[in-house]
């Protein structure tokens, strides 16, 4: 009897176009039983059709449920890295930027010190690096953009002269690709390439030995492990 009331169930939540899952939730029936039962039960076009976008609904609910869940544990991680890094000190500060310089900057070029990245927010930190921690006066600091010929020219001059609070009159003639931005835009090409450059000899030589010592530190530490 209790079976057969629970079929009646069953059948009355599948005529009202609910899936199999719906009703294993509300009514605790295996999905073997249900096979079996709503044989010949198919839902119909329609019903499938609400129950898809119900379903795409509650994906889509689901995942800027965790989106957002993302976001707080980032901002806290954020917050804990912000007291943990910050402020640099002046020997923090130079040795960030000898990092940078040893993975992005020039290093065969005698007498000039370059970095270049596409980054907007690496060539503002190279920028502060220059200025702060290798007292480079900001005047002498000249910009070379390398960008695109389908590229509005002027455009990114103007971009990237706001970003970098540097007047125009500091930029050299920007060298123009052959290719297009258009072409390679997805990995992150948005305004070309920016370069950092300035003319001294004495000073590039220093960034290059500071980096030898950083490599001969670590050098001989590993091999002491």
Not at 52 to 67: C, G, L, P, Y
Not at 137 to 145: F, R, S, Y
């Amino acid at each position: 009897m209790a079976n057969i009331l629970l079929k009646r169930k069953v059948l009355e939540l599948r005529k009202l176009g609910k899936s199999y899952g719906q009703i294993r939730k509300e009514l605790g029936v295996s999905k073997s039983t249900l096979s079996v039962w709503l044989r010949k039960y198919p839902l119909n076009r329609e019903q499938i059709r609400i129950l898809k976008d119900e379903n795409e609904d509650r994906i889509e609910k689901f995942r800027e449920t965790m989106r957002l869940k993302r976001e707080r544990r980032l901002q806290i991680y954020y917050k804990e890295m912000q007291k943990e890094v910050l402020p640099f000190s002046q020997k923090e500060l130079f040795l960030a930027g000898v990092f940078l310089y040893w993975g992005e900057g020039g290093k065969t070029e005698r007498g000039q010190v370059t970095i270049s990245n596409t980054d907007p927010t690496v060539i503002k930190f190279s920028l502060h690096w220059m200025i702060h921690a290798l007292k480079i006066p900001k005047e002498k600091i000249k910009i070379v953009l390398h960008l695109y010929q389908d590229m509005v020219i002027d455009s990114e001059i103007e971009y990237w002269s706001t970003a970098l609070h540097i007047p125009k009159s500091q930029f050299a003639k920007p060298y123009i690709k052959k290719s297009r931005r258009i072409d390679i835009d997805e990995k992150g090409y948005g305004h070309g390439t920016c370069n950092l450059r300035v003319c001294d000899t004495v000073l590039k030589e220093k960034i290059i030995e500071a980096i030898k010592v950083v490599a001969d530190y670590s050098d001989g530490y590993i091999q002491k492990l």
